[in-house]
């Protein structure tokens, strides 16, 4: 059974500019989750879906934002990109829709310029 | 607000030697506390967890342990190998109907031969 697999797997962009990610949940898997990994403020909780709804929501700006298609894949996108933004973003599923048994990505390195 | 703290921040032992890290929650409305480790350009791998109605939980050469009084969990890793060498995230989330995980700040783990 694969993975959870994102895509790209390494990003360059300029300030201003903005980025989708996409994610690809484990086959059977209804929910998805976004995290993003720095350095300095560790892994954060970005958003939460489950079967298309938004159900949870981070302390992130609007500029981050994201969506959930029937199929269960998940895209999110960051707009008017800042130097802060680059980080490892990283997608997670499970079954139920609950934090038990959460399997992550490898993730897209995003790196703004 | 949620918050988890995590010590020590890197933690070095020989082979064979035994590793403790430890973590502290500060949501009363936890009641599932993961276990992740994180290698090099790879995204976090679930190893072992814990539910709060759970004091103490062992797989091979990896336990946990809760306190739910003190609010503390532990990972306890025996007899350490150099594959054990990564970075430990531990976390905590309210369970049910949530996929957010709140997590620590990460320990280095460094297994000498």
């Known amino acids: 059974k694969a993975g959870v697999t994102q895509t790209p797997r390494y990003l360059i962009k300029t300030r201003g500019q903005q980025v989708t990610l996409s994610c690809s949940p484990i086959?059977?898997?209804?929910?998805v989750s976004w995290y993003q990994q720095t350095p300095g403020q560790g892994l954060q909780f970005l958003f939460e879906?489950?079967?298309?709804?938004?159900?949870n929501k981070g302390n992130f700006p609007g500029r981050f934002s994201g969506r959930q298609f029937s199929n269960s894949r998940s895209e999110m996108n960051v707009s008017t990109l800042e130097l802060g933004d680059s980080a490892l973003y990283l997608c997670?599923?499970?079954?139920?829709?609950?934090?038990?048994?959460?399997?992550f990505g490898s993730g897209t390195q995003l790196s703004v310029l | 607000g949620e918050n988890v703290e995590q010590h020590p921040s890197t933690l070095s032992v020989q082979e064979g030697d035994s590793a403790v890290i430890k973590c502290t929650y500060s949501?009363?409305?936890?009641?599932?506390f993961p276990w992740y480790k994180q290698e090099l350009g790879k995204g976090p791998q679930l190893i072992i967890d814990?539910?709060?109605?759970?004091g103490e939980k062992k797989d091979q050469r990896i336990a946990v342990t809760l306190n739910k009084t003190a609010k503390h969990f532990s990972l306890h890793i025996t007899e350490t190998q150099p594959e054990d060498s990564a970075v430990y995230f531990c976390?905590?989330?309210?369970?049910?109907?949530?996929?957010?995980?709140?997590f620590g700040t990460g320990t280095r783990l460094l297994v000498s031969p």
């Open positions: 949501d009363s409305a936890s009641n599932y």
């Open positions: 814990i539910r709060s109605n759970v």
């Open positions: 997670a599923s499970s079954l139920e829709g609950r934090a038990e048994k959460l399997f």
């Open positions: 976390a905590a989330s309210r369970g049910t109907g949530f996929q957010k995980l709140v």
């Open positions: 879906y489950f079967s298309e709804t938004q159900r």
């Open positions: 086959s059977g898997h209804r929910s």
